[in-house]
């Protein structure tokens, strides 16, 4: 299985800051059809998860333009360019390149300072 | 637009069986790949399983295999997973997501499976 490692598992960040997560995947994400499945999941207290980022960099509809993703074979970014108090949250990147299993990362957790 | 409604959670003892549903509304549901993804209490995501449009290719994740059983009726957009010989370690809110390699936009509010004695 593809282990997904994420990095930090906390962030502390001050309204109006950047902040940006990283996730490294133990084997390259490009599939064999040249695409590569890596997507960023946002979970909200007490909410379902959704999908914010598909494909590395693709903002799903109503995302805010403030998130971004970006990075290739093993190394992604997800970077929010301004924190806002909606962003609290986990986030986690998963792989859907290599499954069975898609495989998660351990989540980031974002609070506001 | 995609809606994804997951039910049949509940309280079961351990060794017991629970049947989970999810009515999808909203896309053409018989040509896509579905999925389960669960999450304890606290914990991160885990992908369960997933299942082809037309039933005939299906997959689990290590710890659930022999256990559950992933199955969908594409004439009324439903998916269901059979939990059979639950665990403690099967507690869990259950989602369904439509399978786009990797789960779509959208997930629904999940169902609580709660396996204890």
């Known amino acids: 299985d593809v282990l997904m490692t994420q990095s930090p598992l906390s962030l502390s960040v001050t309204l109006g800051q950047p902040a940006s997560i990283s996730c490294k995947s133990s084997q390259s994400l490009v599939h064999s059809n040249g695409n590569t499945y890596l997507h960023w999941i946002q979970q909200r207290p007490g909410q379902s998860p959704r999908r914010l980022i598909y494909?590395?960099?693709n903002r799903d509809s109503g995302v805010p333009d403030r998130f971004s993703g970006s990075g290739s074979g093993t190394d992604f970014t997800l970077e929010i360019s301004r924190v806002e108090a909606e962003d609290v949250g986990v986030y986690y990147c998963?792989?859907?390149?290599?499954?069975?299993?898609?495989?998660f990362g351990q989540g980031t957790r974002v609070e506001i300072k | 637009e995609v809606q994804l409604v997951e039910s049949g959670g509940g309280l079961v003892q351990p060794g017991g069986s629970l049947r989970l549903s999810c009515v999808a509304s909203g896309f053409t549901y018989r040509i896509y790949w579905m999925s389960w993804v669960r999450q304890a209490s606290g914990k991160g995501l885990e992908w369960v399983a997933n299942l082809k449009g037309d039933g005939s290719q299906k997959y689990y994740v290590d710890s659930v295999r022999g256990r559950f059983s992933i199955s969908r009726d594409n004439t009324n957009n439903l998916l269901f997973l059979d939990m059979n010989n639950l665990r403690v370690e099967d507690t869990a809110v259950y989602y369904c997501v439509r399978d786009d390699w990797g789960p779509s936009k959208t997930w629904g509010q999940g169902t609580l499976v709660t396996v204890s004695s």
């Open positions: 998963l792989q859907g390149s290599h499954w069975p299993p898609w495989t």
């Open positions: 494909r590395v960099s």
